[in-house]
């Protein structure tokens, strides 16, 4: 989720559920150490609890982000061995680790050895087309050795030749029961799932057998998904915010964000474009808020007319005559 899932898109999506852990966008160790900490490790405290996720292979340089990841406040430090984009794959990382476990493994010790907070790992079920269940496996079981007691498992292989980013989420077929079975063989471990979960029936189906469930890009395009997490699964009443009021709380950080960091306010608004997803007028609204013309309004003025422009569709349905 590289360049969706930013501070901003993580504020967002607290307003919707409470509990649910969110995780920052995948980022490079080295940017961390060398690119400027503060532009890459701050959040606000709002977006609680939330995780950081790291990209890289050198153990001592992991270690480092990880130690200042902790100091700012994030409750997981996640190592990804999931990303199959080419951007990745020159700098030795993401899902091209996978070749190396004894390398991962490393990795994950240096990171544990100087953080009290949890070091869990995302992955895939295999690489290229050798869909052998014994590579994940020695994988997992290697990497645990090190000190990983949570695994994140992108149930799709990764290609890495021939496929883009967006065709590696579609083209490699879903093997869900790869992940139940890694389950069922390291029964200690914490298992989550992720890949191709897009309703409340798919998920109950996978947590039946497992620990949890990573949400990506049905979480991003259909957002109000997530204000019936709290009370599916974990317990508590479910957020009493309509969707106005999540719109009206988002328009007043975006003030609060241009006034501290002078953030213009189409960068936070791009995150809530699917909050009223499946609803009349929604594609006018999301137009208004897309409308780059409007670049030099202020939020709250944008919000206004994107209202007035979904009414608007609103109140032309509600007064067509019913069918005979």
């Not at 990804?80 to 990745?88: H, L, Q």
């Not at 980013?165 to 579609?170: A, G």
């Not at 929604?282 to 919000?303: E, F, I, P, Y």
Request: net charge neutral; proline share 5%.
């Amino acid at each position: 989720m590289m360049d969706w899932t930013d501070r901003h898109c993580r504020y967002f999506h607290r307003l919707l559920s409470r509990h649910a852990l969110l995780y920052t966008e995948m980022v490079n160790a080295g940017a961390v150490l060398h690119g400027g900490t503060e532009r890459h490790l701050r959040f606000d405290a709002q977006e609680q609890p939330v995780a950081l996720q790291l990209g890289g292979c050198e153990p001592g340089d992991l270690a480092r982000a990880a130690r200042l990841g902790e100091a700012w406040g994030y409750r997981e430090i996640n190592l990804n061995c999931g990303c199959p984009s080419e951007r990745v794959q020159r700098g030795a990382f993401g899902a091209s680790l996978m070749k190396e476990p004894a390398l991962v493994a490393d990795c994950v010790k240096a990171m544990c050895d100087v953080v009290q907070v949890p070091v869990t790992v995302k992955h895939r079920v295999g690489l290229g087309r050798d869909e052998s269940y014994g590579f994940v496996r020695d994988f997992v079981g290697q990497v645990a050795d090190a000190g990983c007691k949570v695994f994140i498992v992108h149930a799709r292989n990764a290609w890495l030749e021939g496929l883009s980013p967006k065709q590696n989420r579609e083209i490699p077929p879903l093997r869900y029961e790869v992940v139940h079975r890694l389950k069922a063989d390291f029964p200690a471990l914490t298992f989550a799932i992720n890949g191709g979960l897009a309703s409340d029936e798919a998920l109950a189906e996978q947590l039946a057998g497992l620990d949890g469930a990573m949400i990506g890009r049905e979480a991003y395009h259909n957002p109000w998904w997530l204000a019936r997490w709290d009370a599916l699964y974990f317990g508590t009443s479910p957020q009493e915010l309509s969707r106005e009021d999540i719109e009206e709380t988002m328009v007043d950080y975006m003030e609060r964000e241009h006034a501290r960091y002078g953030t213009p306010w189409p960068s936070i608004a791009r995150h809530m474009l699917g909050l009223r997803h499946g609803l009349r007028g929604a594609r006018l609204w999301r137009q208004v808020w897309s409308d780059h013309h409007l670049k030099d309004w202020s939020a709250l003025a944008v919000m206004q007319r994107a209202r007035a422009a979904q009414e608007a569709v609103q109140a032309k349905v509600a007064n067509e005559p019913e069918p005979v």
